[in-house]
């Protein structure tokens, strides 16, 4: 099992001690440029918000790069059909002269030109690098996975990731189906199929009950019993990360393809238990506008320690309005 942890660029010193500690021989800290860049209430603050994670990745990489210099690192940029992803490519440019990088994750593939497109661009950067690992996370990625597959396999990405997050959002899902819904593996176990069809290993989506690590091992295990390959797992924080580094080395002993747990054997949802779908899209909307700060774009459930990310709250925020009374 591979372990991609995704770390919010910020401060050099302070994004380079956090890379340092979840240093990992499974793991590749991958420094966000997208979502954790994100102001969902503010366009315009989410801009300077990019702009300054890009100089600060330049400056991490100069400053830093004998601290990070053995650890398996990555990026995470914008849509490569945007400005925002251009410019991600212009920083990786300057930070690649001082710092090697194994994975740059492309976000919002949705055809095979698209990442072709990413694959020039970080060429023309002069941006090394092992593999591209794409981001197929919307309703028109998903309708176009075998060309995205194909364009994959012909320059040797390795792994792809299914952006379940995004994909309910963007299909106006909610409440989100979870590992404990039967829906969200009906749904990901053909995405994973076609994956490994076309020699590629499967890597999910974070897992948002940061404070439930029995549910966070029933998922890997389960997804072990699912994938024929090497799979990864996206974390969030460094308990979630040590973890999954854990975990990698017991599932690398067990046999892959294993029979699959039933979906409720998985994990139960813990935010979303007995809640309706009213009540919880209130509870989610309450909980992200009460707490949320400006260094980062996600909010921590103080009581159940969830991770509410701007995606589960936009989502909220649209089923309440279109409800008749709103």
Request: hydrophobic share 45%; glycine share 10%.
């Amino acid at each position: 099992m591979r372990v991609l942890q995704f770390l919010t660029v910020r401060t050099p010193g302070a994004t380079a001690r956090l890379a340092r500690l979840g240093a990992h021989p499974a793991v590749t800290t991958v420094f966000d440029l997208e979502d954790g860049l994100w102001d969902p209430l503010d366009a315009a603050r989410t801009t300077d918000l990019k702009e300054e994670g890009r100089v600060h990745l330049a400056e991490l990489a100069r400053s830093h790069a004998g601290m990070l210099e053995s650890s398996s690192l990555g990026v995470r940029i914008n849509r490569i059909s945007g400005l925002e992803g251009h410019r991600d490519l212009d920083a990786l440019g300057r930070a690649a002269r001082h710092l090697a990088f194994d994975e740059i994750v492309a976000t919002k593939i949705e055809s095979g030109r698209d990442l072709d497109e990413v694959a020039a661009g970080l060429r023309a950067a002069g941006v090394g690098y092992r593999t591209i690992v794409p981001i197929v996370e919307t309703r028109a990625g998903i309708g176009a996975l075998d060309e995205i597959l194909e364009a994959a396999r012909r320059l040797g990405v390795r792994w792809l990731v299914y952006g379940h997050f995004d994909f309910a959002l963007d299909a106006g899902l909610w409440p989100f189906p979870g590992p404990a819904d039967l829906e969200y593996w009906s749904r990901l176990k053909p995405i994973i199929a076609a994956t490994e069809a076309a020699g590629m290993g499967h890597v999910h989506p974070p897992f948002f009950a940061l404070g439930d690590p029995l549910a966070f091992e029933r998922l890997a295990r389960g997804l072990a019993g699912v994938c024929g390959r090497e799979f990864g797992m996206i974390t969030i924080g460094r308990s979630q990360t040590a973890l999954a580094a854990a975990l990698a080395r017991d599932i690398a002993g067990e046999t892959a393809g294993a029979e699959t747990p039933g979906a409720e054997q998985l994990v139960a949802r813990p935010s979303a238990a007995g809640l309706s779908p009213v009540a919880l899209a209130t509870r989610i909307v309450a909980l992200y506008t009460a707490n949320r700060r400006d260094d980062v774009s996600f909010v921590i459930d103080p009581v159940g320690g969830d991770f509410i990310s701007p995606h589960l709250f936009l989502a909220a925020r649209a089923y309440l309005s279109r409800l008749p009374d709103a």
